[in-house]
């Protein structure tokens, strides 16, 4: 079965540092997605992206995230200027459709020290 | 604003007896619901929507709008369902709001 793929799984970086994360999301997929996670806290969605430009977008993604897909088949996240806070599980999914569910990577964990 | 509530973090049941994971939303248009689990160090997979009303690893939900909660309940509850449980509101163009979650734990 197809699944979305996320790397790093561990992602390690000092405050200040600009990161990228990747996502590929499951091929024939239209929309994709950017959560985070908090440790000990809930899921919030970041940002929903279709046809090239992002079609919603939570408070959390203010100006210091970036979405772009560079390519036919990655999907990234860039955060500049890294903050502690930013330490979370970063999880990626994509769906057919809007109205179908969202199949979800395994997350990268980014630590921010 | 938009809002999922899950009341309880912690669940724990015997094997064999129902469980009932409660969701109440706060949405004023139409609400699409969804189950999403997270087994141990696997990915979120979803569970349920609420519009295909179907029955997946025996759990089901009903939406009930008059009580605005798409609780998810299981007869029976298996070891293997232990996880966490999250209940997910979608709106506008892919906007989610997901509740806390509860972790569910069915002891032998």
């Known amino acids: 079965e197809p699944e979305v793929t996320q790397t790093p799984s561990h992602q390690v970086t000092q405050m200040g540092q600009e990161v990228i994360l990747r996502c590929v999301p499951i091929s024939n997929h239209l929309y994709f997605y950017w959560y985070r996670q908090i440790l000990g806290q809930k899921v919030e969605f970041l940002v929903s992206?279709?046809?090239?430009?992002?079609?919603?977008k939570s408070e959390i993604f203010d100006d210091q995230f970036s979405v772009e897909r560079p390519d036919g088949s990655n999907f990234t996240l860039k955060i500049r200027s890294t903050k502690l806070e930013d330490s979370a599980m970063y999880f990626c999914?994509?769906?057919?459709?809007?109205?179908?569910?969202?199949?979800f990577g395994d997350g990268t964990r980014l630590s921010i020290l | 604003a938009q809002r999922v509530t899950q009341p309880e973090k912690l669940l724990s049941v015997f094997k064999g007896a129902p469980v009932e994971l409660k969701c109440n939303y706060s949405y004023s248009g139409s609400p699409e619901l969804f189950w999403y689990v997270q087994y141990s160090r696997q990915r979120l997979q979803l569970l349920l929507r609420h519009i295909s009303r179907e029955s997946i690893k025996g759990f089901t939900a009903d939406l009930n709008k008059g009580e605005t909660s798409f609780h998810l309940k299981k007869p029976f509850a298996q070891e293997e369902d232990s996880a966490m449980y999250y209940c997910a509101l979608y709106y506008n163009a892919g906007k989610s709001t997901f509740g806390d979650g509860t972790t569910l734990t069915v002891k032998p």
């Open positions: 992206f279709y046809n090239n430009e992002i079609s919603e």
């Open positions: 999914a994509s769906s057919l459709r809007e109205e179908q569910p969202q199949h």
